[in-house]
């Protein structure tokens, strides 16, 4: 469907320049944003030769830059045999149009390097359905642009029923097409998408659910494999993973989490993408607890945590903590040592977030702290209390008896055990979940947990299914 330029030009294998224009009302750093658009690039397999820098109180509406810099950049672009020019900043159609006119190369934006990316890291159904919504969503609006050929069709039949028939422009037989495919393609998204939001409730349901979080090439994987079994693609490069997987972390004393590796963030992020891999990232707005992975040793470090932060509220993951991990701490004396001999960075960043903790995926720096918290936040508030369960309800007892100190033990005559234990409400609540019975303190379970914690809202709902809770049984996995 796609004609000229953009059709003989394969992105991954030409020379390019970086295009970064800074607008009066544009907070962001000019430098900064160019560094993450030359990994990007790279990262697309293009090898950038240059880059044109240019600051505006507005964009030029035909070409986005000056008419000056348009004549520097072609200049550039004979001179390093350039044959692809990358903007910093998204370009409307016609801007496009114009350039590639002007310029005699291909012209693209960010969004499209990211969409280029995600296309060929895409591995899973899932993925690469969203990937393909997100292209056409992004292409649908720039057909114009990209024909060369909006002749008439003439002669013949009509096209089919609805359509205008001969004469019709090619182009509004090419929409047509797009929104078809794009209706196919969602209907097949929404199918697997149901089927994974049910298996993300339960789990979160039967477990307790971590969710590992951060800007892309952050270490997510890295830490993921060193907490758990592993099994997560790793490497030192942007958009490693671009799935979800999800493992069991053992987190000391019998207990365990279920722990899920996502995709990374990037400063603006095409929200085309943004809503297509909302449902991949639903592992984080669904968890108990999200864990932000920060690459500390990145000069910045600041702008990719308030990337992070944004992210999981446009998405809606705000009711739950939020736990930043300082990551690759163990290399900030080889990154960056300042004048007077003193690296501040995690000082300052702990004056910034003081419940932050600085870790090491590659050395397990601070792992053993970390799984310590998460423990903390599985159990919840810890309170001293008698339970009362019948025998013959071997799990449970099990589970307590592994799991949680118990003070006391006393069996009663009518086949009862009553245990004086200290626990916390979380693996109340989610024994009674998974179908255990008891009663706390004397009084039925919903009336106990209330007397324990007056000022939570708890849930009681009983499970019909047997005890798979995230406490129950999780140890003979």
């Known amino acids: 469907m796609e004609t000229g330029r953009h059709a003989e030009i394969d992105i991954r294998a030409e020379p390019a320049i970086l295009v970064g224009v800074r607008l009066r009302d544009d907070d962001g750093g000019l430098d900064e944003s160019l560094i993450e658009l030359k990994a990007l690039a790279e990262t697309a397999g293009v090898r950038v030769v240059g880059t044109l820098e240019q600051r505006r109180v507005a964009p030029r509406g035909k070409t986005y830059i000056g008419k000056g810099k348009v004549e520097e950049l072609a200049a550039m672009c004979k001179e390093l045999g350039a044959k692809v020019v990358i903007f910093d900043n998204e370009l409307a159609p016609s801007q496009i149009q114009e350039l590639e006119k002007e310029l005699a190369v291909k012209v693209i934006d960010r969004s499209e390097v990211i969409l280029d990316i995600f ?105 993921f494999n060193r907490l758990t079994r592993g099994g997560a693609y790793a490497a030192d490069k942007l958009f490693a993973t671009l799935g979800t997987r999800v493992e069991q972390w053992n987190l000391g004393g019998g207990n365990a989490a279920m722990l899920s590796d996502t995709v990374g963030f990037v400063q603006r992020l095409p929200h085309h993408l943004v809503a297509s891999f909302r449902a991949t990232l639903e592992d984080a707005i669904a968890s108990h607890v999200i864990l932000i992975v920060l690459d500390v040793a990145d000069r910045s470090a600041l702008m990719q945590y308030e990337t992070v932060e944004n992210v999981l509220d446009e998405i809606g993951a705000t009711d739950q903590p939020r736990l930043l991990l300082l990551n690759k701490a163990d290399r900030l004396p080889e990154t960056w040592v300042p004048v007077d001999g003193v690296d501040r960075r995690l000082e300052l960043w702990m004056e910034r977030v003081p419940d932050a903790m600085p870790i090491s995926a590659l050395t397990g720096q601070g792992l053993e702290e970390l799984s310590a918290k998460v423990l903390s936040l599985m159990k919840g508030d810890v309170r001293e209390c008698t339970l009362s369960i019948a025998l013959s309800d071997g799990r449970t007892v099990d589970f307590l008896e592994k799991r949680v100190p118990v003070l006391d033990r006393n069996w009663t005559a009518d086949g009862r055990v009553e245990l004086r234990v200290e626990v916390g409400r979380r693996q109340l609540e989610q024994l009674l979940s998974g179908g255990a019975r008891m009663l706390i303190d004397g009084l039925p379970a919903h009336e106990g947990l209330r007397a324990l914690w007056p000022d939570r809202v708890v849930s009681t709902r009983q499970r019909t299914r047997p005890h798979d809770s995230y406490a129950v049984g999780r140890d003979e996995e």
Not at 214 to 222: C, E, H, Q, R, W
């Open 119 to 223: 296309a060929n890291r895409a591995t899973t159904k899932q993925a690469q359905l969203q990937v393909e919504i997100a292209q056409l969503e992004y292409t649908a609006p720039r057909l114009r642009a990209m024909w060369s050929h909006l002749g008439q069709v003439t002669g013949g039949a009509p096209v089919g029923v609805g359509t205008r028939g001969p004469g019709e422009q090619q182009l509004e037989i090419d929409r047509r097409i797009v929104k078809a495919k794009l209706d196919k393609l969602r209907r097949e998204l929404g199918e697997i998408e149901a089927r994974r939001t049910r298996e993300v409730r339960q789990r979160r349901e039967e477990h307790f659910t971590a969710a590992l979080v951060g800007y892309t090439n952050a270490g997510k994987s890295s830490l």
